[in-house]
């Protein structure tokens, strides 16, 4: 079988790098030389080359120029792993077999952006790593591979975003040797049964300190690194946190939100929240004393 992949990201990488170790047939590579959005852009032009595989890079998936690079691979399957522009009808019938699409979520829940941020600033307790075959609506194909990832409390967006991985790259060799005998299995997805993610904006990375421990704590490690990180604002500038802990502030009850109630000489910052407390760690310190107010 003839695979065409598209992607540009690091489950991209991780996706084609795993194809090309198992010596599968990748007659072509579409993907982008930058990206002023993907937090975790990777160029798999150099994997490309280590494995003489023929590569264009495109902005827009679905221009013209891009489907004529396709067309000229000759493909029967299409993996598009770590793409977030919708594929057009005129693409997706290039491919006999189809284009199949992957989501870190429990599809069909959680349809839309942001899945790995949003599942964690949630707090839920589980997603999933799912494959399916893409149209031309969003996550909505028929799913071909789905397994259930545990979220622990300690996890944080780039533990999340291995953890989801390593599941990936074992669900999709298996799903691949059955495609190639023609024994896989696809189940239909009822989208009118889930629920569908919006884009993130900035203000929902703002911490509020009237928030509980727990909210601002989930809030943090959902856009730790490689993202964009949570904020607070002080005296109208925007302070980073990229790393903090729930604390216990057993009889602080009547103590306000935002306060100050430590500074430690290893430059940890003690917040109190609306319920309980948040110990800042890895985060912008605006240079704050015990008792000022953020």
């Known amino acids: 079988m003839r695979f065409l992949f598209i992607g540009c990201v690091e489950s991209s990488y991780r996706l084609l790098s795993r194809l090309l170790e198992r010596k599968k047939n990748v007659v072509g590579v579409v993907t982008k030389k930058e990206s002023d959005f993907n937090a975790d852009y990777v160029d798999l032009a150099p994997l490309c080359n280590k494995y003489h595989v023929p590569y264009h890079y495109?902005?827009?998936?679905?221009?013209?120029?891009?489907?004529?690079?396709?067309?000229?691979?000759?493909?029967?399957?299409?993996?598009?792993?770590?793409?977030?522009?919708?594929?057009?009808?005129?693409?997706?019938?290039?491919?006999?077999?189809?284009?199949?699409g992957f989501h870190p979520a429990a599809l069909p829940n959680n349809r839309g952006r942001h899945p790995f941020i949003w599942a964690l600033a949630l707090g839920l307790e589980e997603t999933a790593s799912t494959f399916?075959?893409?149209?031309?609506?969003?996550?909505?194909?028929?799913?071909?591979s789905q397994r259930h990832v545990k979220i622990d409390y300690q996890d944080n967006a780039k533990t999340l975003y291995d953890k989801v991985l390593d599941v990936a790259v074992e669900q999709e060799m298996e799903f691949t040797e059955l495609l190639e005998?023609?024994?896989?299995?696809?189940?239909?997805?009822?989208?009118?049964?889930?629920n569908f993610w919006r884009k993130r904006r900035k203000e929902d990375g703002r911490i509020d300190w009237r928030m509980p421990s727990r909210g601002i704590y989930n809030l943090v490690r959902s856009l730790s690194k490689p993202y964009i990180g949570a904020h607070f604002v002080y005296n109208g500038a925007d302070y980073k946190v990229w790393k903090a802990l729930e604390i216990e502030t057993i009889g602080l009850e009547n103590i306000e939100p935002g306060k100050v109630l430590a500074v430690s000489v290893d430059g940890t910052m003690d917040v109190k929240a609306g319920i309980g407390g948040i110990r800042l760690i890895d985060f912008d310190?605006?240079?704050?004393?015990?008792?000022?107010?953020?």
């Open 132 to 144: 399916f075959m893409i149209t031309t609506g969003t996550d909505e194909g028929d799913i071909l």
């Open 181 to 194: 005998k023609g024994t896989a299995t696809l189940i239909p997805q009822n989208v009118e049964t889930g």
């Open 285 to 294: 310190n605006p240079g704050m004393s015990v008792g000022d107010y953020l």
């Open 58 to 100: 495109v902005k827009n998936v679905n221009d013209e120029d891009c489907i004529e690079f396709i067309r000229l691979c000759f493909p029967d399957i299409c993996y598009c792993f770590g793409w977030s522009q919708l594929l057009k009808k005129e693409l997706i019938d290039l491919f006999p077999r189809g284009v199949v």
